[in-house]
């Protein structure tokens, strides 16, 4: 530990023996997992090891059981004071939150870097760009409140339309965002109305430990319980109860659709999924080679390509291609390897020794079926360390073509006719994003109009991302079920509701009486500021 500053040391290691569960922090005394960072250190006998950062519970059936009921019963079929309560009241236990989330900062921050191994920069920005996106949900959740905050006279009707909760949400979230993409589907689902068991990924899971005090005081009882267990042993067994009415889930399509199948009511089931992708970007012989180095650079290699997002095929004109590689290739040896704390950093460590294993094996089949790894020292590593590794050419039959590598390979094929590139992201199972460098507005023109049917989303002339938050982030085909962005989230979460009543002056008084003296929290007129 001599070699890391001060400022960047997590302090003694954190072990969590509480998990929260209808408003208390239960205590536990049984097995548990020990956490290692991605960073390692030499230990006295001169090996490289992961360093023990802390350890968490392994819980099982039971323990899952126990906070479902308490969702169950915080929700109660719909009259629990959570999903009673005015939005206006949810709200401000929200800010409640907020504010105590903010106050914990510096620990959250550090955890994020020690225990995945973003870069403390990256750290940094991922948590405030959740607490961003917390207000930003707020706020979109006022307008969207405030915009029904009125009755509606059709063909003799008067009615209201509110959104209302579905019920009991089970929420999981991924290692490679596991703060602001967690709190992507957790947020509005919580604002909303449903109550929440939420079970943290596999990596990144000691980084909510702070804050579960702040979600046993901001919130009613049951409204979010905490389960910490292996998820193949507990998830299919909560859905198997048939007590949830929501699966969020960020992860892999194979997972998505075998746990869907455990629902008894698979029809009842609301399924948001944030699911693979295999992001391509297609370089164009008129594009700007230098510009379109830099946005792939930063596509496939910002956070080690641990991104959906991540650009995972680089699929480049053949008259450019070799230029285009000779560019590449030398920005990326300008990037900084390092330990995340390091100022300027650009590759750090990956989770577990097992990502290093496949990214080597992917490697080798490439290899062994004609490319070849371009970059000088592509593909060296060092237990967890991995340096990138640039593969060329990939083409059909390479895992590399149509698996997502997730990591810091970046595979490259060449093309001469447009249809290649089309083809391949038509063939694709994912359909999320792609981009295209170029600067003929006729051939973008054309290509823009049969992707916007492959993927849902086209970048021209810059990275695959899914900011800015306001703008739909969705996917076709395996990437995706439902649409995540600030308001289409809060829409994801909810379902519209009405009450009506015929155009009576008996039914007219009736109403004014039910809305003047605020006898229903649904039926009200009221603006939330």
Not at 66 to 71: C, G, K, S
Not at 160 to 181: D, I
Not at 219 to 240: E, S
Not at 269 to 289: H, Y
Request: charged residues 20%; aromatic residues 8%; negative net charge.
């Amino acid at each position: 530990m001599v070699d890391i500053p001060e400022a960047a040391r997590l302090g003694e290691p954190i072990h969590q023996r509480v998990s929260l569960i209808d408003g208390e922090l239960k205590g536990w005394d049984g097995t548990c997992k020990t956490v290692l960072s991605p960073v390692c250190v030499r230990v006295e006998s001169g090996e490289v090891e992961q360093l023990t950062i802390g350890s968490y519970p392994v819980m099982g059936e039971t323990e899952s059981d126990a906070a479902l009921d308490a969702a169950v019963r915080a929700y109660d079929h719909g009259r629990g004071e959570w999903p009673t309560m005015t939005v206006a009241q949810r709200i401000g236990c929200m800010q409640d939150f907020i504010r105590c989330m903010v106050a914990r900062r510096d620990q959250i921050v550090k955890l994020i870097m020690w225990e995945i191994g973003k870069s403390l920069a990256d750290s940094q920005k991922e948590f405030d760009r959740t607490v961003s996106y917390m207000q930003d949900t707020i706020s979109a959740l006022k307008e969207l409140d405030n915009s029904n905050s009125r009755f509606t006279l059709a063909e003799g009707t008067i009615g209201q339309v509110r959104r209302t909760p579905l019920g009991v949400v089970l929420c999981m979230g991924p290692y490679n965002y596991p703060l602001n993409e967690t709190f992507a589907t957790l947020i509005p689902a919580l604002l909303m109305g449903n109550t929440v068991v939420f079970k943290p990924p596999q990596y990144g899971t000691l980084l909510f430990y702070p804050l579960l005090e702040a979600f046993r005081t901001a919130f009613p009882r049951g409204v979010i319980n905490t389960i910490y267990a292996p998820g193949a042993v507990v998830v299919p067994h909560m859905l198997a109860s048939g007590k949830v009415n929501v699966l969020a889930l960020i992860g892999s399509s194979k997972v998505a659709d075998h746990l869907k199948k455990q629902h008894p009511k698979s029809h009842r089931l609301r399924a948001i999924l944030g699911l693979d992708a295999k992001n391509a970007a297609i370089v164009l012989p008129d594009a700007d080679i230098d510009l379109a180095v830099k946005e792939c650079l930063l596509g496939a290699l910002s956070f080690n390509g641990q991104r959906c997002t991540a650009l995972k095929m680089l699929i480049v004109h053949r008259s450019i291609v070799d230029t285009f590689l000779e560019r590449f290739t030398a920005a990326l040896e300008t990037l900084k390897v390092g330990m995340p704390w390091e100022p300027g950093v650009s590759i750090t460590p990956l989770p577990g020794m097992h990502r290093t294993t496949y990214m080597t094996e992917a490697i080798n089949d490439a290899r062994a079926r004609g490319a070849d790894v371009v970059n000088k020292g592509g593909g060296i590593f060092c237990k967890t360390l991995f340096y990138p590794a640039v593969v060329y050419p990939v083409e059909e039959g390479m895992m590399l073509y149509r698996e997502e590598q997730f990591g810091p390979i970046i595979p490259v094929m060449p093309f001469e006719d447009i249809a290649t590139p089309l083809e391949y992201v038509i063939t694709s199972d994912h359909g999320q994003q792609v981009s295209i460098f170029g600067n003929d507005p006729a051939q973008i023109g054309a290509l823009v109009d049969p992707l916007v049917n492959q993927v849902c989303r086209v970048n021209i002339n810059s990275q695959c991302q899914r900011g800015p938050d306001v703008f739909p982030f969705a996917g076709r085909k395996d990437s995706a079920e439902g649409t995540l962005s600030v308001t289409d989230a809060l829409r994801a979460f909810s379902i519209r509701a009405m009450v009506a009543t015929k155009e009576t002056d008996d039914n007219k008084a009736l109403l004014n009486a039910i809305v003047s003296d605020h006898h229903s929290k649904f039926l009200n007129t009221g603006f939330i500021f």
